[in-house]
């Protein structure tokens, strides 16, 4: 049997909006470099973050 990883052992990025750290997911083991925001949520108040700084 395979051990399981440590959550702490996974690696982890910023968000640039909430500015919080989330850790890797298996459903992006495939696109990770590409992962930028920790949810969906975040991903659509980008775009209205970036509309209010202009």
């Keep these: ?3 399981q990883r440590l959550k702490s052992d996974l ?3 910023i968000c ?9 997911r298996k ?3 495939k696109c990770w470099d590409e992962v930028k925001y920790c ?9 209205s973050l970036d509309k ?3």
């Design 16 to 24: 640039p909006v909430c500015e919080r750290p989330f850790t890797w």
């Design 27 to 29: 459903k992006w083991a």
């Design 39 to 47: 949810s969906d949520r975040c991903r659509r108040r980008r775009s």
């Design 1 to 3: 049997m395979a051990r």
């Design 11 to 13: 690696p982890t990025k």
């Design 52 to 54: 209010s700084e202009k």
